[in-house]
């Protein structure tokens, strides 16, 4: 079966300061990846996704990037982080056999 | 392109009565829909989905949603709930090419005893 790890579970980090959140997946190979964001009144908001390792295609404009060095784990980075990066960052992959996305337990990150 | 629309918010039921959420579609291909539950600081939990089967599906924990082309809903029904049924519930739309998930913005569930 498949499982999804986040590290870490939860972020509080100073504005200005980087940003590294892991996202890996076992018990599959070659999935599609994609981070979503849920601030508060915002609902949950497609950040990136990802078809294979080195491609990803970013849905909104914004202050974060992501990376996929390998085939079962994908990244989401800052240089500098905003006030309005907080949030519940959830990691999901696509189960093609299954036509479904199954959600990773999520990272919430505060920015002061 | 993908959208949902949940109708109500906030919905509060009392223990063992019907619990029925509302989400509505929109979508130019024949979508790909989906009932998520996420409890408090939680990642989200499959409840059922639609993939061009039988419109009308049965997910966990008694949940069940029918899909109504004619009327481009996808509702949410459980016949008695349970106090463990209080969480936030989230309807999504895909597409069949790249999967990607457009998000309702999510219905919080209150049982009262």
């Known amino acids: 079966s498949q499982t999804i790890h986040q590290w870490p579970a939860t972020l509080v980090q100073p504005v200005g300061s980087p940003l590294s959140l892991e996202c890996t997946v076992e018990g599959t190979s070659n999935p599609n990846l994609y981070w979503y964001r849920q601030a508060a009144g915002r609902g949950l908001q497609l950040l990136f996704y990802?078809?294979?390792?080195?491609?990803i295609s970013s849905e909104v404009p914004q202050n974060l990037s992501a990376s996929r060095p390998q085939d079962r784990q994908f990244i989401l980075s800052s240089k500098k982080l905003l006030l309005s990066d907080s949030g519940f960052y959830l990691c999901a992959a696509h189960r093609l056999a299954e036509e479904t996305q199954y959600f990773g337990p999520g990272t919430r990150l505060l920015v002061l | 392109a993908q959208s949902v629309t949940q109708l109500g918010s906030h919905v509060s039921v009392s223990e063992g009565a019907l619990v029925l959420l509302r989400c509505n579609y929109s979508s130019s291909v024949p979508p790909y829909l989906f009932w998520y539950v996420q409890y408090p600081n939680q990642g989200l939990q499959l409840l059922l989905k639609y993939t061009s089967a039988a419109t009308l599906v049965k997910g966990i924990n008694g949940f069940e949603a029918e899909f109504k082309k004619s009327e481009t809903s996808f509702h949410l029904t459980k016949p008695s709930a349970h106090m463990s049924d209080a969480a936030e519930y989230f309807c999504?739309?895909?597409?069949?090419?790249?999967?990607?998930?457009?998000f309702g913005a999510g219905t919080t569930v209150t049982v009262r005893a």
């Open positions: 999504a739309v895909s597409g069949t090419n790249d999967y990607k998930l457009s």
């Open positions: 990802s078809v294979g390792i080195g491609q």
